[in-house]
Antibody, heavy 119, light 110 residues
Framework: QMQLRESGPGLVKPSETLSLTCSVS??????????WGWIRQAPGKGLEWIAS???????YYNPSLKSRVTMSVDTSQNQFSLFLTSATAADTAVYFC???????????WGQGALVTVSS | QSMLTQPPSASGTPGQRVTISCSGS????????VNWYQQLPGTAPRVLIY???QRPSGVPDRFSGSKSGTSASLAITGLQSEDEADYYC???????????FGGGTKLTVL
């Protein structure tokens, strides 16, 4: 059973870069059956897909966030990361890392990490 | 605004049957399987239905899913108090190469 776990600062100042890392266990980020992605949920709101990365390094971004988002994958550490620049209060949310594919949508979820953007 | 459309709320009394609808487009539901997630407060969503109508082990058969064209629905029979939660539909979106979600439906057991 694969497990994903998010890590990173829980508090980010406005205009700074929000950075999160997802560690994968019980599986490998080199699996070609999954895209590795990030999904967020603002307080009291629904789920929003942010971005995905394939094991080859190809990235896909939500058009609404594309100008501020970058993802990377580190196969040696079995991790992948999210970088969201110019953070604002609107980026305050629980961020989930996930294993995604076209058939199952989100197959595995991390437990979620609350990131608050505030000075 | 979510790319998949769900009713914001649904309700029923214990033992009743409720359905939650999910509407999309030819780029998501119309060409890819639909999946349903249940989310309890403070927890990550869990898979309830995958590939339109398949239940993971551990999910009661009171939960069922169906899909037709660009729409899907989740049915819950024999409603129980522990079913009170938020429910989300999701599907792969071809041109985005990502997942799109419904806005979520808050189910209340009266």
């Amino acid at each position: 059973q694969m497990q994903l776990r998010e890590s990173g600062p829980g508090l980010v100042k406005p205009s700074e870069t929000l950075s999160l890392t997802c560690s994968v266990s019980g599986g490998s980020v080199t699996y070609n059956t999954y895209y590795w992605g990030w999904i967020r949920q603002a307080p009291g709101k629904g789920l929003e897909w942010i971005a995905s990365i394939y094991y080859s390094g190809t990235t896909y971004y939500n058009p609404s966030l594309k100008s501020r988002v970058t993802m990377s994958v580190d196969t040696s550490q079995n991790q992948f990361s999210l970088f969201l620049t110019s953070a604002t209060a609107a980026d305050t949310a629980v961020y989930f890392c996930a294993a995604i594919n076209p058939i199952l949508a989100v197959d595995y979820w991390g437990q979620g990490a609350l990131v608050t953007v505030s000075s | 605004q979510s790319m998949l459309t769900q009713p914001p709320s649904a309700s029923g009394t214990p033992g009743q049957r409720v359905t939650i609808s999910c509407s999309g487009s030819s780029s998501n539901i119309g060409s890819n399987p639909v999946n349903w997630y249940q989310q309890l407060p403070g927890t990550a969503p869990r898979v309830l239905i995958y590939s339109n109508n398949q239940r993971p082990s551990g999910v009661p058969d009171r939960f069922s899913g169906s899909k037709s064209g660009t729409s899907a629905s989740l049915a819950i029979t024999g409603l129980q108090s522990e079913d009170e939660a938020d429910y989300y539909c999701a599907a792969w979106h071809d041109s985005l190469n990502g997942v799109v979600f419904g806005g979520g439906t808050k189910l209340t057991v009266l």
